[in-house]
T-cell receptor, first 114, second 112 residues
Framework: AQSVTQLGSHVSVSEGALVLLRCNYS??????LFWYVQYPNQGLQLLLKYTTGATLVKGINGFEAEFKKSETSFHLTKPSAHMSDAAEYFC????????????FGKGTRLSVIA | SQTIHQWPATLVQPVGSPLSLECTVE??????LYWYRQAAGRGLQLLFYSVGIGQISSEVPQNLSASRPQDRQFILSSKKLLLSDSGFYLCAWSVYTDTEAFFGQGTRLTVV
């Protein structure tokens, strides 16, 4: 069974600083990996996904993530934080076999300080 | 393009009252449908998912039930709400079980 661990339930960065949100997964088969963003009282919005091919994936709003199989990681980064990036971020994994729905991490709340 | 509608946006219900939350998807056929609950600080909990009409998988035994009366309609119900049913409920759909899910705007349920 797959699982996802997001290190740090809350991350705080200064405006203009690097954003790094950590995600490690466990899967017995090569996974599909996803990052979602959730603004207060809204649904989740897909930021980016990794399925196959290039391991560095670019998403919306300037975010990107790199799939590192050897480290079982899929960390989310953004070079320069904006105030509008303040939200909750969720990492998710699926097993490619279509047997079970996506498994989500517990989320990381990102705060951006002016 | 595909859209997902979920209503109501907020709901305050007394303990012991029934619940019915509805979700519909437009622009696609035979979607996989999901109900998630999000309690404060506890991430996303998958409650039910459905791969077709009348096919419901329950992930967590609880006071809730789900039904899929039509291809693109998913309903979350309870006969008698408990205080612990309070939370943010999210409906989602996907093309396949292992592909990205697309979420509705959610329903904030407060049981008083």
């Amino acid at each position: 069974a797959q699982s996802v661990t997001q290190l740090g339930s809350h991350v705080s960065v200064s405006e203009g600083a690097l954003v790094l949100l950590r995600c490690n997964y466990s899967s017995s088969v090569p996974p599909y990996l996803f990052w979602y963003v959730q603004y207060p009282n809204q649904g989740l919005q897909l930021l980016l996904k990794y399925t196959t091919g290039a391991t560095l994936v670019k998403g919306i709003n300037g975010f990107e993530a790199e799939f590192k199989k050897s480290e079982t990681s899929f960390h989310l980064t953004k070079p320069s934080a904006h105030m509008s990036d303040a939200a909750e971020y969720f990492c998710a994994v699926s097993d490619r076999a279509g047997n079970t729905p996506l498994v989500f991490g517990k989320g990381t709340r990102l705060s951006v300080i002016a | 393009s595909q859209t997902i509608h979920q209503w109501p946006a907020t709901l305050v219900q007394p303990v012991g009252s029934p619940l019915s939350l509805e979700c519909t998807v437009e622009g696609t056929s035979n979607p996989n449908l999901y109900w998630y609950r999000q309690a404060a600080g506890r991430g996303l909990q998958l409650l039910f998912y459905s791969v077709g009409i009348g096919q419901i998988s329950s992930e967590v035994p609880q006071n809730l039930s789900a039904s899929r009366p039509q291809d693109r309609q998913f309903i979350l119900s309870s006969k008698k709400l408990l205080l612990s049913d309070s939370g943010f409920y999210l409906c989602a759909w996907s093309v396949y079980t292992d592909t990205e899910a697309f979420f509705g705007q959610g329903t904030r349920l407060t049981v008083v």
